[in-house]
């Protein structure tokens, strides 16, 4: 991780970093608290707590080395992440080193006499917190509020990168493209006046209407890419490849209930050799196709705003008219035990009529991917996605003579790190609950879904 040893004067700490330096604080207190305590059970006052623990300090027989031991905490932490606003665990490594060294000795070393027998407790007890207390610390440093920044700092960064980009390509033919698939509307595309459409990339092919309308073609937007013509042709492949290998996925047979969730969306996984365990989950959302696939695929910028497993996303290259590059970061998941990470991926997708009853399904697919403005950065966790896909099929009418669509999602991500099995099952599995509770949010005032039958297992 990148350290900052600076003190930055004109940035506001951030609401974590201010509860974990209070952390700091009660240790220190609380620890010269209980010594207090302590001297006072043992009939000792002031002065001759003063003289015996300090002026005549002995390791065998004087606890006040434990509030030093907090107070050399509190300076260094403070120091490193409240005045210089580190971004690295070193410095609080350190200290609970030195402390969980410094404890193991003195219990080994401190004289337990026949003396301290009415007031054995709080020998302990002040052994005991000074020990608890630097490793919750860590743990909260570690886990808390240096992922926790370094997602706010991503964002931050992917912002700036999206103000710089009418700089470079043009405002206008950029803004255009960034409202191709947000505001519907059909002067939000830019169309040139002539050439092949060999030399066109293009955002989309569906122009969101209001609900009860039909979808129609639109002309789209010239948007620059700086991808040559063959890691062009290695990312369309890629993702026609996801479609591929996702119709396999569903096709097949023997998916196990993994998870039950409310409303009968339930959580079921298959173990595939390549890819290794891939979630599924089904829900029935009272939207159109049309309405669902303007939310997954073309308006990329607003999943924050209605998926609140997602923190940032945004459109990074077009590839075609079916092809683009899609950014996302998403937030903490299994109660911060998993940090946000965030994602590049390559999306394709398919539009099919059925023959026979005229209905529409949308299948969108994905899988992880490298681009040269998404550079990896060395102080981020990148996952990689496998094959992803979300599938929008249309259904009859509800009762209420409502639109409805069956909606399935298909998730397989390598989240990176030494991160045990159970935990990734427990993380995935939410983001694939908070994805239908989401949807059913956005489109139902119950908030509630329900899903078609269990698939086949065996």
């Given at each position: 991780?990148?350290?900052?040893?600076?003190?930055?004067?004109?940035?506001?700490?951030?609401?974590?970093?201010?509860?974990?330096?209070?952390?700091?604080?009660?240790?220190?207190?609380?620890?010269?608290?209980?010594?207090?305590?302590?001297?006072?059970?043992?009939?000792?006052?002031?002065?001759?707590?003063?003289?015996?623990?300090?002026?005549?300090?002995?390791?065998?027989?004087?606890?006040?080395?434990?509030?030093?031991?907090?107070?050399?905490?509190?300076?260094?932490?403070?120091?490193?992440?409240?005045?210089?606003?580190?971004?690295?665990?070193?410095?609080?490594?350190?200290?609970?080193?030195?402390?969980?060294?410094?404890?193991?000795?003195?219990?080994?070393?401190?004289?337990?006499?026949?003396?301290?027998?009415?007031?054995?407790?709080?020998?302990?007890?002040?052994?005991?917190?000074?020990?608890?207390?630097?490793?919750?610390?860590?743990?909260?440093?570690?886990?808390?509020?240096?992922?926790?920044?370094?997602?706010?700092?991503?964002?931050?960064?992917?912002?700036?990168?999206?103000?710089?980009?009418?700089?470079?390509?043009?405002?206008?033919?950029?803004?255009?493209?960034?409202?191709?698939?947000?505001?519907?509307?059909?002067?939000a595309f830019y169309s040139p006046m002539?050439?092949?459409?060999?030399?066109?990339?293009?955002?989309?092919?569906?122009q969101v209407l209001p609900r009860k309308?039909?979808?129609?073609?639109?002309?789209?937007?010239?948007?620059?890419?700086?991808?040559?013509?063959?890691?062009?042709?290695?990312?369309?492949?890629?993702?026609?490849?996801?479609?591929?290998?996702?119709?396999?996925?569903?096709?097949?047979?023997?998916?196990?209930?993994?998870?039950?969730?409310?409303?009968?969306?339930?959580?079921?996984?298959?173990?595939?050799?390549?890819?290794?365990?891939?979630?599924?989950?089904?829900?029935?959302?009272?939207?159109?196709?049309?309405?669902?696939?303007?939310?997954?695929?073309?308006?990329?910028?607003?999943?924050?705003?209605?998926?609140?497993?997602?923190?940032?996303?945004?459109?990074?290259?077009?590839?075609?008219?079916?092809?683009?590059?899609?950014?996302?970061?998403?937030?903490?998941?299994?109660?911060?035990?998993?940090?946000?990470?965030?994602?590049?991926?390559?999306?394709?997708?398919?539009?099919?009529?059925?023959?026979?009853?005229?209905?529409?399904?949308?299948?969108?697919?994905?899988?992880?991917?490298?681009?040269?403005?998404?550079?990896?950065?060395?102080?981020?966790?990148?996952?990689?996605?496998?094959?992803?896909?979300?599938?929008?099929?249309?259904?009859?009418?509800?009762?209420?003579?409502?639109?409805?669509?069956?909606?399935?999602?298909?998730?397989?991500?390598?989240?990176?790190?030494?991160?045990?099995?159970?935990?990734?099952?427990?993380?995935?599995?939410?983001?694939?609950?908070?994805?239908?509770?989401?949807?059913?949010?956005?489109?139902?005032?119950?908030?509630?879904?329900?899903?078609?039958?269990?698939?086949?297992?065996?």
């Amino acid at each position: 991780m990148a350290c900052s040893c600076k003190c930055n004067c004109e940035q506001t700490m951030s609401p974590v970093r201010r509860t974990f330096c209070l952390l700091t604080l009660f240790d220190l207190v609380l620890t010269f608290l209980l010594w207090i305590l302590y001297t006072q059970i043992k009939g000792q006052s002031p002065y001759e707590a003063f003289d015996t623990e300090v002026a005549h300090y002995g390791i065998h027989s004087s606890l006040f080395d434990l509030v030093m031991l907090a107070a050399f905490r509190f300076t260094s932490l403070i120091l490193a992440y409240g005045l210089f606003a580190l971004h690295n665990p070193w410095v609080v490594a350190v200290t609970t080193t030195i402390s969980s060294g410094f404890l193991i000795a003195k219990v080994f070393l401190f004289a337990f006499t026949k003396e301290d027998r009415d007031s054995p407790i709080l020998d302990y007890l002040l052994l005991v917190s000074s020990f608890v207390l630097p490793w919750a610390e860590t743990w909260f440093l570690d886990f808390k509020v240096l992922p926790r920044e370094l997602k706010e700092r991503l964002i931050d960064l992917r912002r700036a990168a999206s103000e710089i980009s009418p700089l470079l390509y043009g405002r206008s033919r950029y803004e255009a493209w960034e409202q191709a698939g947000q505001s519907g509307m059909s002067s939000a595309f830019y169309s040139p006046m002539g050439g092949s459409p060999e030399n066109r990339s293009l955002a989309g092919d569906v122009q969101v209407l209001p609900r009860k309308q039909t979808v129609v073609d639109v002309p789209a937007p010239i948007v620059p890419s700086p991808l040559t013509t063959d890691q062009k042709k290695l990312l369309l492949e890629r993702g026609q490849s996801s479609l591929l290998v996702i119709n396999g996925l569903l096709a097949r047979s023997g998916w196990k209930l993994e998870k039950q969730g409310k409303n009968d969306s339930h959580v079921y996984s298959i173990h595939d050799k390549r890819f290794g365990k891939v979630f599924k989950i089904q829900g029935i959302i009272h939207a159109s196709t049309a309405d669902l696939f303007a939310d997954i695929y073309l308006r990329v910028k607003d999943l924050p705003k209605w998926n609140s497993s997602v923190a940032h996303s945004e459109r990074v290259d077009v590839l075609d008219d079916h092809t683009d590059i899609c950014y996302v970061c998403v937030n903490d998941q299994a109660g911060g035990m998993v940090s946000g990470r965030d994602f590049l991926d390559v999306r394709c997708y398919e539009k099919t009529v059925s023959e026979s009853e005229g209905t529409i399904k949308y299948v969108i697919a994905s899988m992880g991917c490298e681009h040269v403005r998404k550079p990896v950065l060395s102080e981020f966790v990148r996952g990689v996605n496998g094959p992803n896909a979300w599938i929008i099929e249309a259904m009859p009418p509800g009762p209420d003579g409502e639109e409805r669509s069956l909606f399935t999602s298909v998730l397989n991500t390598d989240l990176k790190g030494w991160i045990p099995q159970s935990i990734v099952d427990q993380a995935l599995s939410t983001v694939l609950f908070d994805l239908i509770k989401s949807l059913q949010k956005k489109y139902s005032p119950q908030g509630g879904a329900t899903a078609p039958g269990a698939p086949s297992s065996s």
